[in-house]
């Protein structure tokens, strides 16, 4: 635990000046000690001591050299022991002392001791980490806006540059035999979070804790009581993870899942070591036979070869490997990205999207003239909404699909289908209403009904495919969740969906459409295939000023809310009408129904 401070973080100390007394060893002026009246008090003398000296002008140096050895805590109680008196000491530093010395050191001295007791908020850190997973499960909260993708892309990077860090500051002060990851040394920094976060809480209530040198040897014993706090927490991660993982079949909530259930067996590694006995009598057993010290001993040797080897050569190249992964995490970030299927009317959304909140208004087919102004919003809409007959795409008359293409606003058609006409329509039939529809981008929304969920999540999966062979693959999708508590069982997959529409004009988003959404949102929460997933909203049309500043207060408190549609109709949805085909397709008469009103399974 120890190569990056004696290495790296000590020679950097000394180039700022505010190289640390180190209580074990270290070397002092008399005149130095005399003039700040001695060692100073306290669980962290050493520290203290320095910071008095520093402040008083002395400088310090660090000389990379070994004179001394010491010995380490030898228990794992001796090792909590010493941790809680460093953690409250430099807790207690931070509060009491740095302050009265601030004005007297010098800027990098203040940015150092501001600093340095931060270390030990790792416990406080720890805890978050090993909590988020299970909490989000429990709470089904987002901890995160990204894709599986984009995680990795993130996380794959730092942990990388974690492990060439360690094997880079095993290049001072090491013993030839020490080379390695020290898997160890990490499990045990972990385990001791709750230490870490009890020293914090004694400084600040100001709870003494007894001045005690650090046994550095002592009886080898199985240390339960010790290691309680790790396995409550471990136990619930595991029994979290567990649950979900048994309940849930999809991937955001398997990933948590697995992530949980990682931090418990974490945990439960920390806790196995510290169970001195069983480990001794474990590797007695181990060796007691002859072909299994034989198999265990030749293990062990090609083991400490291979760690020689790899960890020997990557840590002379470390600069070179780490400077190879920063390119090479830039490009393949860059090729991500670049490589994302972006719908061409997703690209047309993007001048709306990037603009902040854009509103629509649902029209009737056959209202539509150039340049028209809806009363449905302040000026022009950006979107117009229509609701069209039933059957297995949408159909638009001849002067409608003039009148769309010369307005400058994204139309979006939705219309009511059956699986049974999604499954069963040919080629020739999607070919033949696709020439029935606007040119340029559009915005498809099947308000699409099934049996079951696998049922519908099929019919929808093959409305995509069959459209987009014949000339639909430009054209955006639109969901709405038939259920609104059952929407990860409907999804039919990121691949199969642009944008996510929530109707808040039924009777039950009257009384509060926020709460509504939010309600709604915690149900997006478990998939988190619909985190990048922009929102649209469908609202009721009462006033339409005070309307759209509520929302525009909602799109703030949910940034994935990108535009809002205007309903003043809020009537029933069309009826599908089973079998009707393009050339036997009703026209609409009379006012537009709602859109985006969820339909029962």
Same mark, same amino acid.
Request: with cysteine; charged share 15%.
């Given at each position: 635990q120890? *190569? +990056?401070?004696?290495g ?19 070397t ?19 520290? +203290?001591?320095?910071?008095? @000296? ?20 030898a ?6 022991a ?10 207690? @530093? !931070? ?8 004005? #007297?050191f010098?800027?990098?001295q ?33 901890? &995160? ?8 892309? +993130? ?10 860090i $360690? ?14 990851? +020290? ?27 007894p001045? @005690? ?7 080898? #014993?199985?240390?339960w009581?010790?290691c ?39 945990l ?10 069983v480990?001794?009598?474990?590797? $007695? ?18 083991a400490?070869?291979? #760690?020689? !080897? ?16 920063a390119l ?10 670049a ?9 047309? &959304?993007?001048r709306?999207?990037g603009?902040?909140?854009?509103? %629509?208004?649902? !029209?009737?087919?056959?209202a ?7 009363a ?14 039933g %059957? ?8 409608d699909? $003039? ?14 289908v ?5 499954? %069963? ?10 020439r ?6 559009? !915005? ?11 049922? *519908? ?21 639109? &969901? ?18 642009? &944008? ?21 949102? $915690?149900?997006?929460a ?51 009408l089973?079998?009707a ?21």
């Amino acid at each position: 635990q120890t *190569y +990056h401070f004696y290495g790296p973080l000590m020679m950097g100390m000394n180039a700022y000046n505010t190289a640390q007394a180190i209580g074990a060893n270290c070397t002092f002026r008399r005149a130095a000690l005399d003039g700040i009246g001695g060692h100073a008090a306290g669980l962290t003398e050493d520290m +203290h001591t320095a910071m008095r @000296l520093h402040a008083a002008g002395w400088k310090s140096i660090y000389a990379p050299v070994v004179v001394s050895r010491g010995l380490v805590p030898a228990t794992l109680g001796a090792f909590y022991a010493q941790q809680l008196k460093w953690s409250r000491g430099a807790f207690d @530093l !931070l509060l009491h002392v740095y302050p009265k010395l601030f004005q #007297r050191f010098s800027w990098r001295q203040r940015l150092h001791y501001l600093t340095l007791p931060l270390y030990f908020m790792s416990g406080v850190v720890s805890l978050i980490d090993f909590s988020v997973p299970a909490l989000a499960l429990a709470l089904k909260e987002m901890p &995160w806006h990204v894709s599986m993708g984009q995680f990795m892309l +993130h996380l794959g990077p730092v942990m990388a540059f974690a492990l060439l860090i $360690r094997l880079c500051a095993q290049r001072w002060l090491r013993e030839p035999h020490e080379a390695g990851l +020290h898997l160890a040394g990490g499990l045990l920094r972990v385990s001791t979070w709750w230490v870490y976060t009890l020293g914090l809480v004694y400084a600040l209530v100001n709870k003494r804790v007894p001045y @005690l040198p650090t046994p550095k040897e002592g009886e080898l #014993r199985n240390e339960w009581l010790l290691c309680l706090p790790n396995l409550v927490l471990a136990l619930a991660c595991a029994a979290v993870g567990g649950y979900q993982l048994w309940q849930v079949n999809d991937q955001y909530t398997t990933f948590m899942a697995l992530l949980s259930l990682w931090n418990a067996a974490i945990l439960l590694a920390a806790v196995a070591m510290a169970q001195h006995q069983v480990v001794k009598d474990l590797l $007695r057993a181990a060796a007691g036979r002859a072909p299994a010290r034989r198999g265990v001993l030749a293990l062990a040797r090609r083991a400490a070869a291979a #760690r020689q !080897l790899v960890v020997w050569r990557v840590r002379r190249a470390a600069v070179y490997v780490a400077g190879g992964l920063a390119l090479f995490s830039a490009l393949a970030s860059s090729a991500y990205w670049a490589h994302q299927p972006v719908p061409t009317a997703t690209k047309q &959304w993007q001048r709306y999207v990037g603009a902040g909140l854009r509103t %629509g208004a649902v !029209l009737r087919p056959g209202a539509l003239s150039p340049g028209f102004a809806s009363a449905e919003t302040t000026g022009s809409p950006d979107i117009i909404a229509l609701n069209l007959a039933g %059957g297995p795409m949408p159909y638009l008359r001849a002067a409608d699909r $003039r009148a769309l293409s010369q307005q400058p606003a994204l139309p979006m058609l939705s219309w009511p289908v059956t699986a049974l006409q999604a499954n %069963g329509v040919s080629s020739q039939d999607l070919k033949a209403e696709r020439r029935n529809l606007a040119k340029g981008p559009l !915005l498809m929304r099947p308000l699409l009904t099934a049996p079951t969920a696998s049922a *519908y999540r099929d019919a929808w999966r093959q409305l995509v495919r069959r459209t987009s062979a014949v000339g639909y693959a430009a054209d955006g999708w639109v &969901w709405s969740p038939p259920c609104a508590d059952s929407v990860a069982r409907y999804f039919p997959g990121a691949g199969y969906v642009h &944008w996510v529409a929530v109707d808040c004009t039924q009777p039950a988003a009257a009384a509060d459409p926020a709460a509504f959404y939010a309600a709604f949102r $915690r149900q997006q929460a478990g998939i988190m295939a619909l985190h990048s997933k922009p929102v649209l909203l469908i609202v009721a049309k009462n006033s339409t000023k005070p309307m759209l500043d509520d929302v525009q207060k909602w799109s703030r408190r949910y940034p994935e809310i990108k535009a809002v549609i205007f309903d003043a109709n809020n009537a029933a949805p069309p009826t599908p009408l089973a079998g009707a085909g393009p050339a036997r397709r009703p026209r609409l008469a009379g006012p537009a129904p709602a859109m985006l009103r969820p339909m029962a399974p």
